[in-house]
């Protein structure tokens, strides 16, 4: 079985600094990973996902991450971050052979986005 | 554009009480899920379901059960609401391709049982 750790669970950081989120895995098996927002009283939002071939993934909102699979790990980036960027950051990770029935969320990073 | 779409954002029971809460997907998707969401422990699976009238436990189904009857359709049943179950219940559903794994979420249902 598959789990997810986000060591952050909080994060504050001043508008236009960069910002990393980060997220390891382990896992038995090929896996699929993901990066999902969640703003104030709303669901989540796919950010980005990896499912194969070039390792750095570029999401929406000028978010990107790189799969490290020597690392197990998926940290997500953003060069400048905005106020509109605080949210809570789930990392996920499903296994390639359960065709996405599995998702194993992480606890969440909150990011806080200080003026 | 994916909907996925629940019942109610926020609902208010009390313990004892059945309590039902319905999610609706608009893309045929095979798979619907259910998670809650406490603060500090992420989503937890409760069920989910890859086929109609299909369901799996997931890691956390005691005092829960779904029902899925019609595809775009998977309900979330409290037999007998208790405090404990005052959370975020979030509904998800997924294609079940092998390259299309993604999870599409409803906007969740906020519970507090009294």
């Known amino acids: 079985a598959q789990s997810v750790t986000q060591l952050d669970s909080q994060v504050p950081v001043f508008e236009e600094a960069p910002v990393e989120l980060r997220c390891n895995y382990s896992?038995?098996?090929?896996?699929?990973l993901f990066w999902y927002v969640q703003y104030p009283n709303q669901g989540l939002q796919l950010l980005l996902k990896?499912?194969?071939?070039?390792?750095l993934v570029k999401g929406i909102n000028g978010f990107e991450a790189e799969f490290n699979k020597s690392q197990t790990s998926f940290h997500l980036r953003k060069p400048s971050v905005h106020i509109s960027d605080t949210a809570e950051y789930f990392c996920?990770?499903?296994?390639?052979?359960?065709?996405?029935?599995?998702?194993?969320f992480g606890p969440g990073t909150r990011l806080s986005v200080l003026p | 554009d994916v909907k996925v779409t629940q019942s109610s954002r926020y609902l208010v029971k009390r313990t004892g009480e059945k309590v039902f809460l319905e999610c609706v997907q608009d893309m045929d998707h095979e798979n619907m899920f259910w998670y809650r969401q406490d603060p500090g422990l992420g989503l937890r699976l409760i069920y989910f379901?890859?086929?109609?009238?299909?369901?799996e436990k997931g890691d956390i189904p005691e005092g829960y059960s779904v029902s899925r009857e019609k595809k775009e359709r998977f309900s979330l049943i409290l037999e007998s609401a208790s405090t404990n179950q005052t959370s975020m219940y979030l509904c998800?559903?997924?294609?079940?391709?092998?390259?299309?794994?993604?999870?599409?979420f409803g906007p969740g249902t906020r519970l507090l049982v009294l």
């Open positions: 990896y499912l194969s071939g070039s390792t």
């Open positions: 996920a990770v499903s296994d390639e052979d359960n065709y996405g029935q599995n998702f194993v």
């Open positions: 379901s890859y086929d109609v009238k299909m369901k």
């Open positions: 998800a559903s997924s294609f079940g391709e092998r390259e299309q794994e993604t999870q599409y």
């Open positions: 896992s038995s098996v090929s896996v699929y």
